[in-house]
C-alpha cells in the first residue's frame, strides 16, 4: 500500500506522536509498504528519509508560546501535487493544525481514504492561543476546561475522517461522547519493549523521575510540589526533572521557592539508550499530566519494571493501573501524590509487586501486535470497510 502521513510535528522534535509516526512507518516499510511524510521544516539538517519513506518538509516558524514546537502554513496546492504525485491508497492525519488542516481539505479533494488519529486532546493546549500566553505575561499553571470551542474544532475537523483512531479506550468514550461521528477505533500506538529492558532488582536507589515535554498541561509543578511535602520526611531522596519545554522556567523558579533546589536535579533531554537506563535507576515514575490520551512515557517507565504514580485523568488510570501498577491520585492534588510516594517509598514489597506487575501489564502495547493491528485497519479501510464491529475485541479485519 501506498500510505501519506501528515503531521505538524516530526523529527528531529521529540515527542508521542513523533515516535508513533517514526515507529508505525518504518515498521511497515520493511513490510514492504510505501510512505510520504508531509511535516514542518526546522533546520538544514531535518532528518530524510529511509528506505520506502519519503519525507517533504515545509516551511515554519517557531511558535510564539512554544519554541519547541513549528507551526507551518503549507500552500495547500503544492500539498496536493505532492499527494497526487505519491497516489496515495490512504492519508492519515496526526494533528490538528495547520499541516493537519490542509491534509484533510486534500484527502477531501483527491477522494482518497482519510484516518485521523485523536492524539493531542485539544482542550489541554487551548492555553497556548490565550493571547497572555503567546505574549508570555502568564507564565503560571493553569487548570485544563473542557471548552466548547476546543470540542466544536474537534467536531469540524474529525468529523471529515473516514475513521478515527484514539491510543486509549478512555478516548475513544471521550471523542464519542463529544459528537465525533465517524466510526471511532482504539488503537494503542504501542511500545518497543526490547529498548527498555526491565530492572533486575528493588533495592531502593531513593530516586524519583519525571520524564517528558515541560509543558504548562503536564502540571510538573504538582509532582515537585508533592516532592517537598514528601522529602520533609524522607530527605534522603532526590527528584530527578528530564525534559525541556515552556514550563521550564517557572518550574525552576518554584523549585526556589520551595527551597528544593539542592534536592531536585535538572536533565534536558537525553539520548533514548541513556533513558531507557534513567527509568530502571528510578523507583518511582510519576506524572500529574491530565491530558494523555496514552502516555508513552508511563508505558516506558512500566517496560522498565519501575511503579507509576499518576493522576486520575484521561488515560493515566487505564493504562497504570491503581494498585497494580501503581498509585493513581486525584489531579492537582500534591499532598495525595506526596503520600503516593511515603507509600511506596517505605514500602519496599508494594514497589517491587507493582514495579514487577507494570512489566507484565505494558505487553499489552507491544509494538509488533499495534503495527499488526494498524495495517489491518489500512487495508481495511483502503477496501472501503469501517462499519464498527460491535466490540473492541481485535476480531476480523481490525
Not at 130 to 157: A, F, I, Q, Y
Not at 281 to 306: K, N, R
Not at 311 to 329: C, K, S, T, W, Y
Request: hydrophobic share 40%; net charge positive; proline share 6%.
Amino acid at each position: 500500500m501506498r500510505i501519506a502521513y501528515i503531521s505538524d510535528t516530526y523529527l528531529p522534535e521529540t515527542n508521542g506522536i513523533v515516535t508513533a509516526i517514526a515507529r508505525h512507518s518504518s515498521a511497515l516499510a520493511e513490510r514492504g509498504h510505501e510512505f510520504l511524510i508531509l511535516c514542518p521544516r526546522y533546520a538544514t539538517t531535518d532528518p530524510s528519509g529511509q528506505k520506502r519513506i519519503s519525507v517533504r518538509r515545509f516551511r515554519a516558524v517557531c511558535a510564539g508560546s512554544n519554541q519547541d514546537t513549528r507551526v507551518a502554513l503549507p500552500w495547500l496546492p503544492s500539498m496536493m501535487r505532492a499527494l497526487r504525485d505519491f497516489r496515495p491508497d490512504i492519508i492519515h492525519v496526526h494533528t490538528p493544525l495547520a499541516i493537519g488542516i490542509a491534509g484533510v481539505a486534500s484527502a477531501k479533494l483527491l477522494r482518497v481514504p482519510l484516518i485521523q488519529t485523536y492524539h493531542s486532546y485539544m482542550p489541554g493546549f487551548m492555553q497556548y492561543l490565550d493571547p497572555r500566553r503567546l505574549l508570555k505575561l502568564d507564565t503560571g499553571p493553569r487548570r485544563e476546561k473542557n471548552s466548547r470551542l476546543s470540542w466544536h474544532l474537534g467536531r469540524l475537523l474529525y468529523n471529515r475522517s473516514d475513521l478515527v483512531l484514539a491510543p486509549s479506550n478512555t478516548l475513544v468514550d471521550e471523542v464519542r461522547a463529544h459528537g465525533i461521528r465517524p466510526p471511532v477505533r482504539y488503537q494503542t500506538n504501542g511500545i518497543e519493549l526490547s529498548e527498555f529492558p526491565p530492572k533486575a532488582e528493588y533495592s531502593p536507589r531513593r530516586r524519583i523521575v519525571h520524564i517528558g515535554r515541560l509543558g504548562y498541561e503536564k502540571h510538573a509543578d504538582v509532582v515537585i510540589r508533592a516532592f517537598a511535602v514528601f522529602s520533609a520526611d524522607h530527605p534522603d531522596w532526590t527528584l530527578h526533572v528530564l525534559g525541556e519545554g515552556p514550563a521550564k522556567p517557572y518550574l525552576l523558579r518554584l523549585t526556589d521557592e520551595l527551597d528544593m533546589a539542592n534536592r531536585v536535579q535538572w536533565s534536558g533531554f537525553i539520548h533514548r539508550a541513556r533513558l531507557a537506563e534513567t527509568y530502571r535507576e528510578a523507583d518511582i515514575f510519576a506524572t500529574a499530566s491530565t491530558i494523555e490520551t496514552q502516555g508513552l512515557v508511563v508505558l516506558e517507565a512500566m517496560a522498565s519494571g519501575t511503579p507509576v504514580v499518576g493522576v486520575n485523568a484521561l488515560a493515566i488510570p487505564e493504562m497504570a493501573r491503581d494498585g497494580r501498577d501503581g498509585i493513581i491520585v486525584e489531579p492537582y492534588d500534591s499532598e495525595a501524590m506526596a503520600r503516593a510516594f511515603a507509600r511506596l517509598a517505605d514500602d519496599d514489597g508494594l514497589r517491587e509487586r507493582t514495579g514487577r506487575n507494570a512489566r507484565e501489564s505494558v505487553t499489552a502495547h507491544r509494538l509488533s501486535d499495534a503495527v499488526d493491528r494498524l495495517e489491518r485497519t489500512y487495508e481495511a479501510v483502503a477496501s472501503g470497510q469501517t462499519k464498527e464491529p460491535e466490540d473492541r475485541s481485535d476480531n476480523g479485519i481490525w
